[in-house]
């Protein structure tokens, strides 16, 4: 895939952007909308379905062209004006949906995991994508914002598609947390990147990615102040290195720069909806898949009792550490290091009641979907960042006797096109007979 070629005439000047008016189509994965132009498939970035709009485009390869809308003939009535001055063609790529309103927003979501769960999975539904507790007009709820500086050490975002740097003096989805850092208005001479993290337990924290041999010369901010030294992880150059998050009367220790949802409202509302679906009784076997931090582990572990049992599996060597610390309290609960597929195999893992999985974006994988469906669980609670690899993966669940019973989506990313899915998986009764 090709960025538009820049032209020139004849005496070396710039020509104009190639421009073309369309009626635009239906939502796509991503934040895009469908058009069509000469018999090309158009996909079009700050338009609505069904506008009429001048489109720059962007890109262009054998099968399609990219755009951007840049002048509006006649608006959808969802059309809101964005509520950040960095949103826009060529601006900062942060955000997909600025221009809508946040119900159109949220049916655009639904629009989309629907259409993937038909495409990929053969299965129509209807999906209604729900509100997330904590993002007053989807605003001020990213609680961890990684800044792009450049040479002469001002921080900004990411331009779409792109490694130019919008400038920024603020970012209007930042969690106050972050915002009081006051990263993007000092200066960071030295570094590459520069993330901002606050937590709900009141830490702040600022990881530095320094440029290759080069210092980063650091101001004073109020948080701690990690240096992102590669392979060789993180090391704390003030503070502590790790942050507490807190969930239902439940502290958790995280480290600065391991993951954690980002919407303050994301992890009590994830943990509900894993217990609602996944239904753990007490004496139950439990596996939490990708446990990451020990979230949903400890809230598994609270439902199955002393008498049950839950096995937490994470391949990233500090939230091991930090899921066994925050499992501590919780004896019918432990967490081993390793790839999920080779983590099972070398326990000898053959069955189980429950199974969580929150795989990263590329989703489980045909091998771990074998491998978990190998277990005949009678559920199987599945949560994702991505409804494509969602799709794919219950699509290869279907084989071994599961079927969705149940799908709760959530609008955990306001302004973008993120959207967070839980599934419910459960074996057809006919495969529950033969097992």
Known sequence: ????????TPQGEKEAPVRVEMTVGAVANGGWCVARHEGRVVFVRHALPGERVIAEITEETARFLRADAVEILEPSPDRVSPPCPFSGPGRCGGCDWQHASLDAQRRLKAEVVAEQLRRLAGIDRKVVVEEVPGAPGGLGWRTRVQFAADRD???????HRSHEI????????????VEEVGAERRDWRGAAAVEVVAS????????????????ADLPDVDASVLLDEGRRGTRALSGRASLVEQVAGRDYRVTASGFWQVHPGAPATLLGAVIELGRPEPGEWALD??????????GLAEAVGPEGAVLGVESEPQAVQDARFNLRDLPQASVERGRVEEALDRLEIERADLVVADPPRAGLGRPVVDRVAALEASRIVYVSC????LARDIAWFAPHGYEL????????????AHVECVALLVRSPAEEVTA
């Open 289 to 298: 898949l990708y446990c990451g931090a020990g979230l949903f582990a400890a």
């Open 386 to 389: 991505d409804p494509a690899t």
């Open 1 to 8: 895939m090709d960025r538009m070629p820049t032209r020139t």
């Open 166 to 177: 919008e400038h920024v003096d603020h970012c209007p989805i930042a969690h106050p947390g």
């Open 200 to 215: 709900s337990g009141g830490d702040r924290a600022v990881i530095v990615e320094p440029l290759p041999r080069r210092r």
């Open 405 to 416: 019973a149940d799908l709760r989506a959530y609008d955990q990313y306001p302004m973008t």
């Open 153 to 159: 050490g001002s921080l900004g975002l990411r331009r």
